[in-house]
């Protein structure tokens, strides 16, 4: 084989490499922003309940009533 053609060759291989490499950094990466994001969005479920939990409890069955000089 060419020497010419060997390093073509073996520089392709070696940028095959490298972007299998970076292939498997960004999957990780994307697999650990899906994670973060359900947590997230879990917490914000826990926090809407809670928050319309309490606006419940704070609200009276006098908030329904017309005022008196109706």
């Known amino acids: 084989m060419d020497s010419a053609l060997e390093k073509r060759l073996a ?10 490499r970076m292939a498997e950094e960004m999957s990780d990466v ?10 997230l969005t879990a917490q914000m479920r826990r926090m809407r309940d ?3 939990a309490a606006e419940y409890a704070i ?11 109706y």
């Open 11 to 20: 520089d392709l291989e070696s940028r095959l490499a490298h972007h299998e």
């Open 50 to 52: 809670r928050m319309e």
């Open 30 to 39: 994307i697999f650990a922003q899906g994670q973060t994001i359900d947590r």
């Open 59 to 69: 609200a009276s069955p006098q908030d329904d009533r017309p005022p008196p000089h």
